[in-house]
């Protein structure tokens, strides 16, 4: 059954997920989330995913109501359940319902709600060509490391992109690059990649550690490092990458080529470095060299 979700102690179809409208989540946007990315249904890296969980909930100030062990066993049933080898697992901590009062509840019974949905793979003409991206000021708060469910700011700004026909908005604040919308993201110069490091600025991607190992592991020069509005607009490459979208070219950025307005030779090898670590790690045909396990 594909619909099946978990939530705050039960298993049931989403149609059936009902919470009440008094929860904090959906008063006050006051909770976090995940996005486990899963591969033939084994989840990726979900002891890293489940780090950042807790860092948001201490972000938050929310106890975490369960244990790693007990978030992989809640998990795998919704893993099993899904029509879909390759999914992203979704799932949201609330500080739950209480009455409207913007102060914490003096008694908290936390929301939690797990579900699965489709994982599509990158179209090959995507990986090909890239996609367009624009520029924005980022306007959100400052403890963007917090992966808060409270997305207005990254929704508007993810929408000035799909106005324009562009599959992300890259944030700029006080000159400086943060991230995407949606999204880590990467410029290449002269043969060096560079990435901002992580930050209150921006949430430490998943996705963007993996590339950081790659890139080592590829013998490929990297530097976190602060990245100025001029530096992205002269890239010779600029990626971005997330769970759900793994490593895509940018190569068109407000309206101009990126390069040569083609995937540059980084990309196609972190690209090809990454589908073979996934395949390796994940498809259970042993691990990449220098690269740690993922997964339960
Ligand atoms: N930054 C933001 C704002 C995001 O929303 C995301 C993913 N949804 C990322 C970065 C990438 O994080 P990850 O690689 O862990 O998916």
Redesign the pocket.
Known sequence: MSDLVYLNGAYLPLAEAKIPVLDRGFIFGDGVYE?I?VYDRRPFRLD??LQ?LQHSLDGIRLANPHSEAEWAALIAPIVEAADWDDQGVYLQVTRGPAPRDHAFPEECRPTVFIMAMPLSATPAEVVEQGVAAITAEDNRWLR?DI?AIA?LA?VLLRQLSVDQGCAETILLRDGLLT??????IFIVKDGVIAAPPHSHL?????????VVELAAQEGLSLVQRDISEAELCNADEIWL?????EITAVTRLDGKAVGDGRPGPLFRRIHAAYQAYKHQVMRGRGLAPGVEEGGR
């Open positions: 996005v990315p890293h995913h950042r963007c992966k997305l990254n991230e995407g919308a949606s999204s880590s921006v949430l430490p991607g998943i996705t963007y550690d993996v990458t997330s769970s759900t979208k």
